[in-house]
């Protein structure tokens, strides 16, 4: 896929170590898993695409960071979030947990295979998400977010870096974040009205790809004002008819006035569910090409600037090999032929080494 100028330049927005390729040194971890390569990167763990051999099925493993496992309050407070998604039931928007261990002083743990990219990496892409896909987004975390009140867990705040989104809205959770201090978990569990309002600023900022509520920009009329106007200006994306409802869902689950505030998770998705209904029923097909062209260009950019062009096409049974060969710095011990000679690092050293053996040569040799 080319790419165009503007593409390029957000190449800097990602901050993703070199993708590792290990599909020609039969890498197995823990005898069972065979690493095909480094599928994404979050700021705590290395996510890799691999095969189960023992199911003949696609897994994600993923392997702890060294700085990660190294501060061990931090990930036990993240393997104890990952292991309370089990107490949900049965939801095809949470990722099911197969396996937990260490492995050569390594922390990993198993998951099923999910066609996605974390929402931090789509949001980064800095594309305009159609808005039928953000409400089917929404409509999915909706369900998660209830199931969760019902087995009462606390907190029910999710990172960007443990939401997975695919192309057509549907979603994978790892977990929620650890409760805050302080606060009364029973008023929490029993109240939606901290749900309500993390969906209202993830509503808003899907659509207009920055956090609500700035420093500056506070009052609840003005942060209307300010999304409404953005709304106009996005090109082929939202319908005219749907701005002042889009926007009035936004400050009815976010607004700190009681008046005309949305009680429940199932209220908003129920008014999502409708919005969607009609947004739906009003758009021809040409447009809903159109938005989907534009999505798929947001996970294409995402794709491409980690050397993938197509990963969903991989079979189970035998995976196609990455031919991108470069090293993650978190496997740099082992030794890579894949690896290029050439790296920068390795050339600075090497030119490190000659400059000092120069110096010593002209310090003797000098009359």
Request: charged share 30%; aromatic share 10%; net charge neutral.
């Amino acid at each position: 896929m080319t790419l165009t100028l503007d593409e390029i330049s957000l190449e800097s927005l990602f901050k993703f170590q070199p993708i590792l390729d290990l599909s020609e040194k039969n890498f197995l971890i823990q005898g069972r898993y065979k690493v095909q390569k480094l599928f994404f990167e979050t700021s705590r763990i290395n996510v890799f695409l691999s095969l189960d051999t023992e199911l003949r099925k696609k897994v994600f493993v993923h392997v702890a960071k060294n700085q990660f496992f190294n501060r061990g309050q931090d990930l036990k407070a993240w393997v104890s979030g990952v292991k309370a998604m089990k107490e949900i039931p049965t939801s095809p928007s949470v990722f099911n947990c197969s396996e937990m261990n260490l492995w050569k002083n390594k922390f990993f743990l198993v998951t099923d295979y999910f066609d996605g990219i974390p929402l931090f990496h789509l949001l980064q892409s800095k594309k305009e998400l159609p808005l039928d896909f953000v409400l089917q987004t929404l409509i999915h975390l909706c369900e998660v977010l209830e199931q969760a009140r019902e087995v009462r867990i606390p907190n029910r705040l999710i990172s960007r870096e443990d939401f997975f989104v695919n192309r057509t809205g549907n979603i994978k959770i790892m977990r929620f974040l650890p409760a805050k201090k302080g606060l009364d978990h029973k008023e929490i569990i029993e109240s939606s009205n901290a749900d309500i309002f993390y969906l209202g600023c993830l509503l808003f900022e899907l659509l207009t790809l920055e956090r609500a509520f700035k420093k500056g920009r506070s009052a609840d009329e003005l942060e209307r004002a300010h999304f409404l106007a953005i709304l106009k200006i996005r090109k082929n994306q939202t319908p005219k008819d749907n701005f002042d409802q889009i926007s009035d869902l936004f400050i009815r689950s976010t607004s700190r006035q009681a008046e005309n505030r949305i009680d429940s998770i199932v209220e908003f998705r129920k008014i999502l569910e409708d919005l969607k209904h009609h947004v739906q029923s009003t758009e021809d097909s040409l447009h809903d090409q159109q938005e989907q062209a534009q999505l798929n260009s947001a996970f294409d950019v995402v794709y491409a600037l980690k050397g993938d062009s197509n990963p969903s096409s991989v079979e189970e049974s035998e995976i196609a090999p990455n031919s991108v060969k470069r090293v993650s710095r978190i496997w740099n011990e082992f030794d890579l032929v894949e690896a290029s000679k050439w790296e920068p690092e390795q050339v600075f050293r090497w030119g490190s080494l000659a400059m000092i053996i120069a110096a010593f040569v002209y310090k003797y040799l000098d009359p």
